[in-house]
């Protein structure tokens, strides 16, 4: 029998690869500033090869989140797959220091364990290349049934939909969690990930989603909207529950004919990497605790203003400290 | 025929696994703040376990000197040993990113790539427990006498005396570089590493050595003094050229009968790992630059206060740009 988890994040377990680089790097290896490029050995090697020298820190979206609830003081569980090498042990150990419950197995064979390289522009955004490796290895079997059913919330991210097995292995956990009565959360990671699961994604938040997480440029892509209000307008009827975040706008939360806006956290931006993941980290922490949905939106504002005053896509402080003094929660 | 060098660097190739930890944290597993210990893989996996989350860059005594002169604009060559695997990918690929020439082939068969944990305590110090791995199979072979022949100078890092095969690959270096008519010089590394190597080094110095550099607790260790005045006197008879440091006041050149001590350069201290490696990168670029005795020491003042100044034992901004700015150099 598992333990109580508040959250369980399921996700590419990725090993960061950080730099900052100029504008003109972006345009010579044809990047588009603020996405997420999934690239093969080939592509990283040759970008990687370019790179100015790097930092390397445990990200992945989910897992970042996973560290910011644990940050925060929550109990959270993370899934994701690595595989048996120095980059997977490196992943393994800074989740799992954090306190975050981590069993899924390492992968003996195949690809080794995924890496993004995280390219920081001047203006502090961000423009990923990410190789999947190992985590393209996660399948129906990796899903630990016990712990989706003792997690309040099963957290995925929408990058999961890039390999089959992947997406078949959080639709099974979607459905393991709704039969024990717990709650689905997903977040749409990235606009042209949206782009490239519109209908799915569109389906899911009508019919199996209870928490959505996503920020302006996504809801937009998913209802390919003008404006942020006509998003909104088109998502209102189809979801129980919405964080929306809007960078230095804020988030706004909806539930029902509920809206909850909240301005963003004042902070120095040095690297946007990992905002969105800590706003869910802050909104999920709050939310499985019991706080009213101002107070998730504020804690997860709160948890992106840290991760985006540093480099990396981890907090560097202690959260729950940062949260008690900030918010006096 | 090689290209010409300034400086050749020889040294423990070295990833650091960087986190910050309470003084508590040191005394559970035994460390000798401010230290370097050498640890086995068992000793490495058991204080990494208990470690938090941490980040990981290069580094390497003589590697953080030799990227350190790139930043300058100078032009650096480094030889240290890796495996070939992720972490030495990692090593080879950030130095050479910063413009370094590197050629030592990494190692097919045996221990990985070094490992350092460098545990960061809130008074700013560092302490490191390092797993030479894959370091300890350096030996003569991989000496290429063409480049020691074309740098004006091999500087060597002392930490290379705890095995002998890498201690016999720098001594024989150090002869093909005076045989080439070109200059020695040695870093003391560490007053423990001092304390294990004394009477060596002290021939050393006598003998072999151009260009020393020391810590105040170094050189007083070496020859066993209570004050660095009475160390300063012992060495004075001995050696051409020293560099000593002495944190925050300054440091202290010393050539025949002149001296010339200078200020450190005002910093805020966050971590002092490669202070000492930055100050050497600082002085030998302006050794080798033609450069007064006088700016040869600021210039490491000023690379060893950048490196202060953040975590991570290589510069973060760029060493020619802010000797410029601050030396008009």
């Given at each position: 029998m598992s333990d109580r988890f508040q959250v369980l994040c399921i996700g590419n377990a990725i090993v960061d690869i950080i730099a900052r680089v100029d504008d003109a790097f972006l345009d010579t290896h044809e990047r588009i500033k603020g996405s997420m490029m999934l690239v093969d050995a080939d592509t990283s090697a040759r970008i990687y090869d370019d790179m100015p020298p790097a930092v390397e820190r445990s990200g992945g979206s989910a897992g970042n989140t996973a560290a910011g609830i644990a940050s925060l003081g929550g109990k959270a569980a993370y899934m994701g797959k690595v595989h048996k090498d120095q980059l997977g042990a490196v992943f393994a150990h800074d989740i799992k220091a954090v306190g975050v419950h981590y069993g899924t197995e390492a992968a003996t064979?195949?690809?080794?364990t995924a890496t993004s390289m995280i390219l920081v522009t001047p203006d502090a955004e961000r423009t990923m290349s990410t190789y999947l490796g190992a985590c393209?290895?996660?399948?129906?079997?990796?899903?630990d049934d016990d712990v989706v059913a003792n997690a309040d919330v099963t957290y995925i991210e929408?990058?999961?939909?890039?390999?089959d097995n992947q997406k078949e292995a959080v639709l099974r956990a979607m459905d393991v969690a709704h039969a024990n009565g717990r709650l689905v959360s997903l977040s749409l990671s990235d606009s042209f990930c949206v782009d490239r699961f519109r209908d799915e994604f569109v389906d899911l938040v009508e019919n199996k989603v209870d928490i959505l997480f996503a920020n302006e440029d996504e809801i937009k892509s998913l209802y390919q909207t003008e404006t942020f209000e006509q998003a909104v307008d088109q998502l209102r009827p189809h979801v129980k529950l919405a964080a929306l975040t809007r960078s230095e706008k804020g988030s706004v939360v909806m539930q029902g004919d509920e809206m909850v806006a909240v301005a963003a956290h004042p902070t120095p931006v040095v690297?946007?990497?990992g905002a969105g993941d800590l706003y869910a980290a802050g909104f999920l922490f709050g939310y499985t605790s019991g706080k009213s949905l101002e107070m998730c939106a504020k804690l997860g504002g709160l948890a992106a203003a840290e991760v985006i005053?540093?480099?990396?896509?981890?907090?560097?402080?202690?959260l729950a400290a940062l949260a008690k003094k900030e918010l006096a929660v």
């Open positions: 064979e195949g690809a080794p393209g290895e996660l399948c129906g079997s990796d899903i929408g990058y999961m939909w890039d390999r690297d946007t990497t005053s540093h480099l990396g896509a981890r907090p560097e402080t202690d």
